[in-house]
T-cell receptor
Framework: EAGVAQSPRYKIIEKRQSVAFWCNPISGHATLYWYQQILGQGPKLLIQFQNNGVVDDSQLPKDRFSAERLKGVDSTLKIQPAKLEDSAVYLC????????????FGPGTRLLVL | SQQGEEDPQALSIQEGENATMNCSYKTSINNLQWYRQNSGRGLVHLILIRSNEREKHSGRLRVTLDTSKKSSSLLITASRAADTASYFCATAPYRGGTYKYIFGTGTRLKVLA
């Protein structure tokens, strides 16, 4: 069974530029999560999708971050414009259902904003 | 704010020794999960313990849960160099009509060969 795929693996941009991350979850997983993990900290949930609908985006900085999940499968997370403090690893995860189920994580995208 | 707080923040042991790390949380839960993260890699699920369970084993892993104290512990027995990683607890309290995953701050374990 293929795992969660993410791309790119690394990205370096300058502040005020825009960037997009892509995630392909495990087939059949209805729930998809995007996390931000700053160096030395635990992952912080940014947004959670159930199929193609958003069920929680309370910690997503909506003035600069946006996310969508097309047809309930792939998802993209965008930052525009980026700030220095956005430097982090962005992790995508999926699970069969919300909350109660084990999450499967992708390798992450490491973003450096200069 | 983080639901889970792990301690210690860092732990260094010799290969073959046991490693114990603890997690405390704030609200009622249905289950608690432990994840491992190797340097530069994504998180891997280790074990899930439900609120009606007190102890669970998986290979060299032993997890306990004390809901009255809102705490959990992860014990790794006979540690190996490959166990070097960060370990996180995660809970998913039900808030605002959905389950919201919250990860702790992590314990960084180093196993010396």
């Amino acid at each position: 069974e293929a795992g969660v795929a993410q791309s790119p693996r690394y990205k370096i941009i300058e502040k005020r530029q825009s960037v997009a991350f892509w995630c392909n979850p495990i087939s059949g997983h209805a729930t998809l999560y995007w996390y931000q993990q700053i160096l030395g900290q635990g992952p912080k949930l940014l947004i959670q999708f159930q199929n193609n609908g958003v069920v929680d985006d309370s910690q997503l900085p909506k003035d600069r971050f946006s996310a969508e999940r097309l047809k309930g499968v792939d998802s993209t997370l965008k930052i525009q414009p980026a700030k220095l403090e956005d430097s982090a690893v962005y992790l995508c995860a999926s699970s069969l259902g919300p909350g109660q189920e084990t999450q499967y994580f992708g390798p992450g995208t490491r973003l450096l904003v200069l | 704010s983080q639901q889970g707080e792990e301690d210690p923040q860092a732990l260094s042991i010799q290969e073959g020794e046991n490693a114990t790390m603890n997690c405390s949380y704030k609200t009622s839960i249905n289950n608690l999960q432990w994840y491992r993260q190797n340097s530069g890699r994504g998180l891997v699920h280790l074990i899930l313990i439900r609120s009606n369970e007190r102890e669970k084993h998986s290979g060299r892993l032993r997890v306990t849960l004390d809901t009255s104290k809102k705490s959990s512990s992860l014990l790794i027995t006979a540690s190996r160099a490959a166990d070097t990683a960060s370990y996180f607890c995660a809970t998913a309290p039900y808030r605002g009509g959905t389950y919201k995953y919250i990860f702790g701050t992590g314990t960084r374990l180093k196993v010396l060969a």
